[in-house]
């Protein structure tokens, strides 16, 4: 972390990148609306999800800025995601072992 | 007297320049902390209701299999594309603005907006359709069927409909933001109520790419 943010030069990226990027989210949005069509039994929900938690972190890196981000906001949203999966997780325990 | 009347003349541009020029409180970082900040609040909203999703998901599997055969699949794949451009439209407008490209900053918002005009038109053809086949919380068409299927109705409605909320404040921020970059008030060297408020918007986004499978793509 800078201590000076007058010398701070703010991260530009560029056009291309955030366009990239944007054609990756189209194509897995392509897959999992494909894969939901075909029945994989359990793992549909799974491929569902993983695919979800694929497009949120590009979102998140590149469209949110994190991956270029001071550290802080990286530790932040860190957090947030693991105290959310700490919840659902402790949640499951529970209910899987009615 | 004449000389504290100089003084006062003299000191007035001093205190000008103390509050537009370079002495001018600004803290990028600290705004963008805020809204981060905010944004882990929403996560906590909206991770509650996931959360209530999947425990009720895991008790009633059939239930919400066979009431979600009935939400129009379309709709969503749509809504998914238009929310994913308008946040690449977002994003973009952002970088025009870094570069100092007004016109294709406000442009690329305009657009934004317009996507999510967009979104809100085909969510209210998609309620429409469900209400008028009977399908609304509290309907005798729903209250007859199991449980199941009106809890999962019922998490639909209030999650996409808190979802639409936040398309709506969505809307009104970038708005202001576009005025904003009119009016200059948000410019090339001072860009974070833009930036925050993309933030905002990538939210928005991120909430939806999981409402999407869990709700249309349940086959």
């Known amino acids: ?98 | 007297m004449n000389k504290s009347a100089e003084t006062i003349m003299t000191d007035k541009p001093v205190i000008d320049q103390h509050l537009q020029g370079e002495h001018e409180h600004k803290d990028p970082v600290g705004a963008k902390m805020g809204m981060w900040l905010f944004l882990m609040t929403e996560l906590l909203l909206f991770g509650g209701m996931f959360l209530i999703y999947g425990t009720y998901r895991y008790m009633n599997p059939e239930a919400f299999h066979s009431a979600a055969q009935e939400l129009n699949t379309i709709i969503g794949t749509f809504n998914t594309i238009i929310l994913l451009t308008s946040s690449l439209t977002v994003a973009l407008s952002i970088t025009a603005l870094q570069k100092g490209n007004r016109t294709l900053s406000v442009l690329l918002l305009a657009i934004t907006i317009a996507f999510a005009f967009w979104f809100l038109i085909n969510k209210y053809f998609e309620w429409s359709h469900e209400i008028h086949n009977g399908i609304y919380p509290g309907s005798s068409e729903l209250t007859n069927r199991t449980n199941g299927e009106i809890l999962f109705f019922g998490l639909y409605y209030v999650m996409t409909g808190v979802h639409g909320i936040h398309v709506i404040i969505g809307i009104v921020i970038l708005s202001f933001m576009l005025a904003f970059i009119v009016k200059n008030k948000v410019t090339p060297e001072n860009y974070i109520r833009l930036e925050i408020s993309g933030l905002y918007w990538h939210l928005v986004d991120i909430i939806w790419i999981f409402l999407f499978p869990l709700f249309y793509l349940l086959r």
């Not at chain 1, 972390?1 to 056009?15: A, D, L, R």
């Not at chain 1, 054609?23 to 897995?28: E, I, K, P, Q």
């Open chain 1, 1 to 98: 972390m800078q201590q000076n943010n007058e010398s701070h030069k703010p991260h530009i990226v560029g056009y291309a990148t955030y366009i990239f990027v944007w054609l990756s989210l189209l194509a897995l949005t392509a897959v999992t609306v494909t894969v939901a069509g075909i029945n994989f039994g359990g793992i549909t929900l799974l491929i569902a999800i993983v695919i979800a938690i694929v497009k949120s972190s590009l979102v998140l890196n590149i469209f949110m800025h994190i991956k270029f981000d001071d550290v802080v906001f990286k530790v932040f949203v860190g957090i947030a995601v693991l105290t959310l999966t700490a919840v659902f997780v402790f949640t499951f325990f529970d209910y899987l072992s009615r």
